[in-house]
């Protein structure tokens, strides 16, 4: 399936930063607007410890993870959907990702460049949203002007696509996210092929110093968070790059800091769930493998993932719960213990299940 996440924000708020502790790639993150010009692209591994624990048990010859791709794009200005700064750019490669990590500066430092000359996290999301609403707002008034001409036809399915279109540019002349809106699942269908900014879902990165305690600044963006249906982290960028650089090594730095892992794990998996995914594993002496699938999927969908032949030839799913196959050491554990079940094509996977699927092509 595979999760993009666009990294985002006002110039010079610590988005680089940000991307050379996901990926220790060690791109420029220097101290003066619009040091990143094209998208650099990332691929990390989504942390989960469950994987390490079947493997475990099971001595793969390999452990393969789910992974998310991170995309560090340029800073935005005010205007940018009026192409001001590198504003036509940011917006078409923000167009391409699932979901949002908007990066927010919540520290003071004297030395640090701000945009605006004053630390205000909330006038920086604002400057931000505004322009991605700006920017929906022409890709749908360009879209309604199209679909109206069709529709002189009179055709019913050209009709309620305008409808729809012209409710949802009502929202945007509010000013409103979409991604608060609670859209019916037609219109949300009707709404896909535009690849709208404003109704990704955003997961807000506080970007506090190293003392890692709670702000005013944080606490504003925690609270606007709440109240926009959106997921904040607070994470030192500085620090988390830090720790990055230390690898295998990093353990009693975060002991000495009080973290059981490193913030950034706690941003992947936040960005994994904000689209409402959720993992199952397959586990055998060849391989050990994390897969994502939509949470609600059917068996047959997970089957899928693997191989188009799996889905179409769908036999059974033989099922255990992660808790399971730890407590039994295995599968053969299971088993014997009467927790390996026989699924058919109605059982919804559950996130930790793993699972071997029977199939006839």
């Known amino acids: 399936m595979g999760l993009k996440c666009g990294i985002v924000g006002l110039p010079n708020v610590g988005k680089s930063t940000l991307f050379n ?15 990143t010009i094209d998208p650099n692209v990332g691929i990390v591994n989504l942390p989960d410890r469950r994987l390490n624990k079947i493997a475990e048990i099971v001595d793969p010859e390999e ?27 940011f917006l078409a490669n923000i167009r391409e990702t699932d979901a949002i990590i908007h ?27 505004l322009e991605l609403i700006l920017a929906d707002m022409e890709v749908l008034e360009n879209a309604i ?9 009179g055709d019913k399915k050209l009709l309620f696509t305008l409808e ?31 690849n709208l900014i404003s109704i990704k879902p955003v997961i807000y ?17 925690k609270e606007f968070a709440s109240e926009n249906n959106s997921q904040v982290i607070g994470l030192c960028n500085q620090l988390e790059a830090e720790i990055a650089e230390l690898g295998d090594d990093k353990d009693d730095l975060l002991k000495d ?28 002496k060849k391989e050990v493998r994390a897969w994502e699938i939509k949470k609600g999927s059917l068996a047959p969908q997970a089957a899928g993932t693997i191989h188009t032949d799996f889905e179409k030839g769908f036999i059974r799913a033989e099922t255990i719960s992660y808790e399971d196959y730890i407590e039994f050491n295995g599968e053969l554990g299971a088993k014997e213990a009467g927790k390996l079940r026989s699924e ?18």
């Open 145 to 153: 002007e199209n679909v109206k001409r069709k529709a002189k036809s």
């Open 344 to 361: 058919g094509s109605e059982y919804i996977i559950k996130d930790g299940d793993i699972v071997h699927f029977r199939f006839n092509v």
């Open 257 to 284: 800091i009080g973290l059981e892992e490193p913030g950034l794990n706690v941003m992947i998996r936040a960005a994994f769930d904000s689209l409402g995914l959720q993992t199952f594993f397959t586990a055998g």
């Open 63 to 89: 452990i393969i993870q789910s992974t998310v791709e991170f995309v560090d794009i340029a800073g935005l200005v005010e205007g940018a959907s009026k192409g001001e700064g590198l504003g036509n750019k």
């Open 21 to 35: 502790a996901l990926t220790s790639s060690g791109i420029q993150a220097e101290n003066f607007p619009f040091c």
């Open 103 to 129: 990066v927010v500066r919540c520290f003071e430092d004297e030395s640090i460049i701000h945009v605006k000359d004053k630390i205000s996290p909330l006038d920086d999301i604002k400057t931000i949203e």
């Open 164 to 194: 729809v279109y012209e409710k949802t540019l009502e929202f945007l002349n509010k000013e409103e996210n979409l991604r608060n809106i609670n859209f019916e699942n037609n219109d949300l269908a009707e709404l896909k092929g535009l």
């Open 205 to 221: 990165v506080a970007n506090i110093d190293d003392s890692l305690e709670e702000n005013e600044f944080y606490s504003s963006v």
